[in-house]
Structure formats: C-alpha cells, structure tokens
C-alpha cells in the first residue's frame, strides 16, 4: 500500500503561482510512476503531469512551459509548480502513484484561478 497527502492548494489571482507537494509513504519501492491529474467540475479527470522513477516527464498539452514536476527522493515527495495560472486551471489536483499493477489516489486539494 501506499499513501499520498497532498498540500498547496488554494486561490490566486490569474498569472499567480501556487506549489502543489505530494508525500508518499507506504510501500514507495513499488512506485515507478508519480504524477498529477486534475478534474474540473463536469469534466473527466485529465493526466497534468507525470515524472517516471528514472526522472522522465511528460506534460499535456496545456500546461507546457508554466508547469513543472520534480520529485525530492530523499523526502519521498513529488512536486508541482504552477506559473503563469489561468482560470481554466481551476480544478482538483489529485497525486498519483503508479506501480504498474496497482494506483494510488491522493485525497485531493482544491486549486482556484480567478480572473
């Protein structure tokens, strides 16, 4: 088993900054993937960003070149920094941790981009 806690969420203004942290603990050797994902209300829940155990990342499409993942393995947390903000951020970031045979979910923490 793993857990994740997620922390950073909050309200800003558009072009503002937010840092988003996920910890994780638990079974963390299983993990070969962390990532975060987004859901918006009424819409489905879309990959953000995601960084694999040897220290690939891949981003979608629309927060390429304002977002970035990196992870401090030695604190066992992953990270994302948001710049550049715009109101269609706004959504719930969840943390995820991938195995390769099972995933994990973070509580999820609420992010609010006003404009």
């Known amino acids: 088993q793993v857990q994740l806690v997620e922390s950073g969420g909050g309200l800003v203004q558009a072009g503002g900054s937010l840092r988003l942290s996920c910890a994780a603990s638990?079974?963390?050797?299983?993990?070969?993937?962390m990532g975060w994902y987004r859901q918006a209300p009424g819409k489905q829940r879309e990959l953000v960003a995601a960084?694999?155990?040897?220290?690939?990342?891949n981003y979608a499409d629309a927060v390429k070149g304002r977002f970035t993942i990196s992870r401090d393995n030695a604190k066992n947390t992953v990270y994302l920094q948001m710049n550049s903000l715009k109101p269609e951020d706004t959504a719930v970031y969840y943390c995820n941790a991938n195995s390769g045979i099972n995933a994990y979910w973070g509580q999820g923490t609420q992010v609010t981009v006003s404009s």
């Open positions: 638990g079974s963390i050797f299983s993990i070969i993937v």
């Open positions: 960084t694999t155990r040897g220290g690939s990342t």
